[in-house]
């Protein structure tokens, strides 16, 4: 979809639904960088979530796509998804096989495992787009199936870089910051170290992710949600 096809009807609702504040924040305001695209909201549990979309449906104004985190504290993202009634993408750092599995059967049209490049759920936004324009039609025939299969899966439109990248002094800190430590360490940690905000070390980290230079694993604890960590490749 073009930026002007965009304009020209009324933007996707998506409802940005994460326990951490920062992260819906973040999501958010990558959402509203798509032409075509509106944040509805952010929510940060199961129960809000379900309210929200119900008051955005009883208000007339339906959300279109919820942005669905796995761990939330009052239920699993998974269960979320069965009872949303719209249509939901899964962000999590759940890179199990099994997780990405049911995620997809509960009916999330993609998955994308944090941390992701920024791009990337623009792509898919855009293909969301595609697939709705295909899939409101009255009717279709196969080869339109076919087509609502490769537009949630292709990527499609431009890609304007505005990730951070490694040659801009930030990433070299936080590259150096993760070299040099003699353990894994989580964006707060990082953010610690070279006097930034988790959430700027944060979007460094998946950038650097990204481009191969370094690797995230999962830290469990004892309780709460898994703690995304860095390390070199």
Same mark, same amino acid.
């Given at each position: 979809?073009?930026?002007?096809?965009?304009?020209?009807?009324?933007?996707?609702?998506?409802?940005?639904?994460?326990?951490?504040?920062?992260?819906?924040?973040?999501?958010?305001?990558?959402?509203?960088?798509?032409?075509?695209?509106?944040?509805?909201?952010?929510?940060?549990?199961?129960?809000?979530?379900?309210?929200?979309?119900?008051?955005?449906?009883?208000?007339?104004?339906?959300?279109?796509?919820?942005?669905?985190?796995?761990?939330?504290?009052?239920?699993?993202?998974?269960?979320?998804?069965?009872?949303?009634?719209?249509?939901?993408?899964?962000?999590?750092?759940?890179?199990?096989?099994?997780?990405?599995?049911?995620?997809?059967? &509960?009916? =999330?049209?993609? $998955? #994308?495992?944090?941390?992701?490049?920024?791009? *990337? %759920?623009?792509?898919? /936004? +855009?293909?969301?787009?595609?697939?709705?324009?295909?899939?409101?039609?009255?009717?279709?025939?196969?080869?339109?199936?076919?087509?609502?299969?490769?537009?949630?899966?292709?990527?499609?439109?431009?890609?304007?870089?505005?990730?951070?990248?490694?040659?801009?002094?930030?990433?070299?800190?936080?590259?150096?910051?993760?070299?040099?430590?003699?353990?894994?360490?989580?964006?707060?940690?990082?953010?610690?170290?070279?006097?930034?905000?988790? &959430?700027? =070390?944060?979007? $460094? #980290?998946?950038?650097?992710?990204?481009?191969? *230079? %370094?690797?995230?694993? /999962? +830290?469990?604890?004892?309780?709460?949600?898994?703690?995304?960590?860095?390390?070199?490749?």
């Amino acid at each position: 979809m073009t930026d002007r096809a965009a304009a020209e009807r009324e933007p996707y609702s998506v409802l940005v639904v994460d326990d951490d504040f920062r992260v819906a924040g973040i999501h958010a305001s990558l959402v509203e960088e798509v032409p075509g695209f509106r944040v509805a909201g952010t929510t940060h549990t199961a129960t809000a979530a379900l309210e929200a979309v119900d008051a955005f449906a009883a208000a007339g104004s339906a959300v279109d796509l919820a942005l669905v985190d796995i761990y939330l504290p009052d239920g699993s993202g998974i269960d979320l998804l069965r009872r949303l009634d719209c249509d939901a993408f899964v962000l999590s750092a759940a890179a199990e096989g099994p997780v990405v599995r049911r995620a997809l059967s &509960a009916g =999330a049209l993609a $998955y #994308l495992v944090k941390p992701f490049p920024p791009e *990337l %759920l623009a792509e898919k /936004l +855009r293909g969301y787009a595609r697939f709705r324009q295909l899939t409101d039609a009255e009717s279709v025939d196969q080869s339109t199936v076919e087509s609502t299969y490769r537009a949630l899966r292709e990527t499609v439109g431009r890609r304007p870089d505005r990730r951070p990248t490694t040659r801009t002094v930030t990433a070299d800190a936080v590259l150096t910051a993760v070299r040099n430590s003699p353990k894994p360490l989580s964006a707060g940690e990082v953010g610690e170290l070279i006097g930034v905000s988790r &959430a700027t =070390a944060q979007r $460094y #980290l998946a950038s650097l992710v990204s481009s191969g *230079l %370094l690797r995230m694993t /999962l +830290r469990y604890g004892t309780t709460g949600r898994p703690e995304q960590e860095y390390r070199m490749q």
